[in-house]
């Protein structure tokens, strides 16, 4: 186990915003190699406001520590809404392994039409939902950028990904790991969070100053990715994993919070980025030549999405 972050790349994402064309190249150029060789890398400069940032880990904990009756009446109910509550050993990300010891709250943006998911707020915390509807649309602006840069670095056009997310079928997950009591003893395999991959395009992370997130390196050791201050870790997921034809890898991952820190909360935020359900996920031109043709079949994003979670949650 590796403590240094610096093995994980650490990217300057001012000069793709702010810089000439050939910056941007240069920028998502470091992009591709991190996301071929990792499937993981930090963020710097990102665009994200800090404030907005610190006043939604201030409502991730505020909601966390209401009490349990009060999180079970906005609980998680189905995989095809994927909103609200999921308590403490609900999910399993690795599914040969005992419940992960966290709880989560998902949100996601809402669709017009009467039949169409509504997101579950607690009743009487107004000043919650008016900080997670404003830091959600934040990450959706956030997340268009890093997919301008990925289509550039994979020779298209620079709407490419961004237009087939259009309908912003995201996931924002709040995430909570409880201090765990002396002398706590887990089951057979029992973790914060199963090792895993994630099931979308991108997925975008915010942790707190505990931090506990693990990447597994492609010679399968494991490395912490600790906290650096004002960057986000941005890693790819299964589905830009199929699409790039693995040049871009969706990469193991876990929580293993350090045993200093064992006795404290752990809070991180991850804003899961997935396709239009009905964008059809194919080999990028770009990604296949002759010597590595076409890997998958095309499939569309939805019906990825739907079995990744019947899964986790055994529904």
Not at 96 to 121: I, T, V
Not at 172 to 177: D, F, I, T
Not at 202 to 209: A, G, K, N, S
């Amino acid at each position: 186990m590796s403590d240094d972050p610096s093995r994980i790349p650490v990217i300057d994402f001012g000069p793709f915003m702010d810089g000439t064309e050939s910056s941007r190249r240069a920028v998502a150029g470091q992009m591709r190699q991190a996301s071929k060789e990792w499937g993981f890398f930090y963020l710097a400069q990102c665009g994200m406001p800090q404030t907005q940032l610190a006043d939604a880990f201030s409502a991730s904990r505020s909601f966390f520590s209401l009490p349990i009756e009060e999180k079970n009446r906005v609980a998680w109910q189905n995989a095809q809404s994927n909103r609200g509550y999921v308590g403490i050993r609900r999910e399993r990300l690795d599914p040969s392994r005992p419940g992960d010891l966290k709880e989560a709250f998902n949100l996601a943006p809402e669709e017009p039409g009467p039949d169409a998911p509504r997101n579950l707020w607690p009743s009487g915390h107004g000043r919650f939902k008016d900080v997670m509807s404003g830091f959600l649309e934040e990450c959706i602006c956030t997340a268009d950028r890093v997919l301008e840069a990925f289509a550039l670095a994979l020779d298209q056009s620079a709407d490419f990904f961004v237009d087939a997310h259009s309908h912003h079928h995201h996931t924002l997950r709040l995430l909570h790991y409880p201090p765990l009591p002396e002398g706590f003893e887990p089951l057979d395999g029992e973790s914060r969070a199963g090792a895993h991959t994630d099931y979308g395009s991108i997925t975008l992370l915010f942790q707190d100053e505990v931090g506990g997130l693990e990447v597994r390196t492609r010679a399968g050791d494991w490395v912490r990715a600790a906290p650096i201050p004002g960057t986000v870790v941005v890693n790819t997921g299964d589905l830009m994993h199929r699409w790039t034809n693995h040049v871009f890898c969706s990469t193991p991952h876990r929580v293993n919070v350090a045993p200093e820190f064992s006795h404290r909360d752990r809070y991180s935020i991850a804003f899961f980025c997935h396709p239009n359900k009905d964008a059809e996920i194919a080999c990028i031109d770009s990604c296949a030549t002759a010597e590595s043709p076409a890997i998958y079949e095309p499939i569309s994003a939805g019906r990825h999405l739907q079995e990744k979670l019947a899964n986790t949650y055994g529904a």
